[in-house]
């Protein structure tokens, strides 16, 4: 065997080592004669030349070894030893070598800007979403309200964005399903992709059976009476287990206790333990009642202080030694309000460890205050047909004489009227909303009926409604003394006028029964209002009459968005003729509170010149559709009425005014604009109206 023969087998050998594939490679093996006849590729000198050296020429001396002579074979490169490879940590060799996490099924393109426009906008993912499996639960609805999926509007940034959105509310289907005893209950989210490309997410739900409250066991201290705790959750057997019920009835817990004597009742964490054989859950509620308790004292403390303790049990609606109830705390706090003399107030129950006479322990309330501004400044304005613009403002010092003594100063200009006043009140005077008052008034009446110069002094009493409080009864009372001087119409007939001055002492009685919802937006139930003024006129002879007026108004809503409402006004002046009672003293009608369509005093018996002249009884009716969308409304309104000459309003010739409004809703109240015009519009009489201001026109 020749060297080149021997090198030959050699080699084919390493290779089937290496490659441990001994069928093709055998079937490349040849003999040697067959070798010897083919053409070689390189002449036999530089075969030779290129074959390894055999060590002291010995033919048969072993080979080298072939991997070292294709090594000399190959060529020559350099590696720098800074280019080496570094050496594999274990540990990082181990966490190299596990298998990559799957890649997700759905693929899409990959959001990248262009490399001339780094600032370009990506492209958005599109997705459709798909629902399946809430069925009769009834919880798809809010499901799709509380959606991720939904509330993307089918667009995202990145696939990623939608896989998570998928899983959020894959969990949000659970939630629910939880929420409403399906806790057997499973939701899964995938996406599909279709062929087209297509992406849909896919909320697949099954809510399983529902479960219902078994065993109810409530662990607590003896409460009087028995069983009062039992009694305030509302939860019995058998019924689904729905969180906000649950929640619900706890909350009631919490709520009633302290109503009937447990101030420091704590509810504990329930304890429900499902049966999947029965497909109930046993409820266990631990409550802490404490001690049961009852009022003794106020006490209180803060670093500006609007009043004291001791008018605080002024104000209270509560004796001493009365069983605990919280909602006589809610009223103390809510009356501490109301005043508007504090910036912040809590009233809060504290423990005195000491027993009272019925074996109750004695509680205080802590009120923690913090006095707020005691000045405001307030104003209103408006504009009527007749009475022409008219704009009010006051000043008020509501503390100025604590506790609650106010000193209010004000102001009237309009184009027809101005005036000035000064007003001390004391509210919760002696007994909780009591309001005591009095001042002066000096102002100026310029109007088509009569012109006046007035002065007046007052002092009354007083229990009114307020924004915070609505009181379903109210009532005032008290004195006044007015000196006015003022231009008469001395025959109607003629128009002739002289100035008098009347000398007028008056003793005002209100009551009125209130059932609205609402004192400035009312949108159901009534309200009544009888007014009745002994009242007596010096000018010249004495000349003693009543004036008294009778108001009533109902509100009935036909839906959500439609209130009805009416009103009615009858008005009399009694024991004395229409010439000895001063012309701002009798009766008329016309302008916005009264009749729209009509300006400002204008029905009634009129002079030569066809100015009002005024007169001693009056009928009014009302009726308004109002119609409310959002913060806006419209109103459809009728009014009617009338200003007799005699005693007893007679119901004839009744003047009507038909009209349209606006309403702007706030959170005081509604702003209004009204436009009227008269039916049979008499010469000299309005042809349209127009009323602006605050709050319902009645």
Do not use: C
């Not at 060799?93 to 001339?116: F, H």
């Not at 919880?139 to 899983?167: I, P, Y």
């Not at 403390?301 to 209270?316: L, N, P, R, T, W």
């Not at 019925?358 to 009120?367: K, P, S």
Request: glycine share 10%; no cysteine; charged share 20%.
């Amino acid at each position: 065997m020749t060297r080149r023969q021997a090198f030959h087998v050699q080699r084919m050998l390493s290779l089937l080592l290496l490659t441990a594939s001994p069928l093709p490679l055998l079937a490349q093996t040849t003999s040697a004669s067959e070798t010897d006849a083919e053409e070689p590729i390189l002449p036999d000198a530089q075969f030779e030349a290129r074959l390894p050296k055999m060590e002291g020429n010995d033919p048969n001396a072993p080979l080298p070894s072939i991997d070292t002579w294709i090594d000399q074979q190959m060529p020559a490169q350099s590696v720098a030893p800074a280019e080496l490879p570094a050496a594999v940590d274990p540990a990082e060799e181990q966490e190299l070598a596990r298998p990559l996490p799957p890649l997700g099924s759905v693929t899409v393109p990959a959001n990248e800007a262009k490399q001339d426009d780094p600032d370009a906008e990506l492209p958005d993912v599109r997705y459709a979403t798909r629902v399946e499996g809430f069925g009769k639960t009834g919880l798809e609805d809010e499901f799709r309200a509380e959606s991720a999926l939904f509330d993307g509007d089918g667009k995202a940034d990145t696939a990623t964005m939608v896989q998570q959105r998928a899983k959020a509310d894959q969990e949000l289907a659970v939630r629910l399903l939880y929420s409403q005893g399906y806790y057997d209950g499973t939701a899964l989210a995938s996406l599909d992709q279709g062929g087209d490309g297509t992406l849909t997410a896919v909320v697949s739900v099954t809510p399983g059976k529902r479960y219902k409250i078994g065993d109810i066991v409530i662990n607590s201290q003896p409460t009087v009476p028995p069983g009062l705790v039992r009694e305030s959750l509302p939860l019995k057997t058998g019924d689904y287990i729905i969180a906000a019920n649950v929640e619900g009835a706890e909350a009631n817990v919490a709520l009633k206790l302290p109503e009937n004597g447990y101030p420091f009742v704590e509810v504990g964490q329930r304890d429900i333990l499902l049966d999947p054989q029965t497909i109930t859950g046993a409820y266990t509620l631990p409550v802490e009642t404490g001690p049961r308790a009852s009022f003794r004292k106020i006490t209180t403390s803060g670093e500006d202080q609007a009043f004291g303790a001791d008018h605080m049990e002024v104000i209270k609606r509560y004796k001493p030694g009365e069983l605990y109830d919280s909602r006589k705390v809610d009223d103390l706090r809510k009356a501490l309000v109301a005043t508007g003399l504090f910036s912040s107030v809590a009233v809060d129950p504290v423990r005195t460890g000491e027993a009272g006479p019925d074996g109750t322990e004695y509680v205080d309330l802590h009120v923690d205050q913090d006095a707020g501004p005691p000045r405001t400044l307030a104003g209103e304005a408006g504009y009527g047909t007749g009475q022409g613009f008219r704009a009010e403002g006051t000043w008020t010092h509501r503390n100025l004489f604590p506790p609650e003594g106010a000193l209010i100063l004000g102001a009237i200009a309009g184009t027809q009227e101005q005036g000035a006043s000064a007003t001390f009140r004391r509210s919760n005077a002696g007994k909780r909303d009591k309001t005591f008052q009095t001042g002066i008034t000096l102002n100026h009446q310029n109007y088509d009926a009569y012109e006046a110069y007035t002065a007046g002094i007052n002092i009354g009493w007083a229990r009114q409604s307020t924004p915070i409080f609505q009181k379903r009864w109210t009532y005032s009372y008290g004195a006044e003394i007015l000196l006015t001087n003022e231009q008469v119409v001395i025959d109607p007939a003629t128009a002739d006028k002289t100035r008098r001055t009347y000398f007028i002492g008056g003793l005002p009685l209100q009551i009125g029964y209130d059932r609205s919802n609402d004192l400035l937006n009312p949108t159901k139930g009534f309200r009544a209002n009888l007014r009745a003024e002994p009242e007596g006129s010096l000018q010249g002879n004495f000349s003693p009459y009543l004036r008294a007026t009778f108001d009533l108004s109902g509100y009935y809503p036909v839906s959500d968005s439609l209130v009805i409402a009416a009103r009615t006004r009858l008005g009399t002046i009694s024991g004395v003729d229409r010439d000895d009672v001063a012309p701002s003293r009798r009766v008329y009608a016309g302008g916005g509170g009264s009749v729209r369509g009509f300006g400002y005093q204008e029905l009634g018996p009129k002079d030569v010149n066809n100015d009002p002249i005024g007169g001693r009884s009056v009928n009014e009716f009302a009726v308004e559709g109002r119609y409310r969308f959002g913060n806006y409304g419209v109103v459809a309104f009728v009014d009617a009425g009338q200003v007799y000459e005699s005693s007893i309003p007679k119901f004839s010739d009744m003047r009507y005014g038909v009209g349209l409004g606006g309403r702007f809703y706030t959170n005081f109240g509604p702003f209004r604009a009204d436009i009227a015009m008269p039916i049979n519009r008499q010469p000299g009489e309005s042809k349209f109206a127009i009323y602006i201001g605050i709050g319902q026109a009645f």
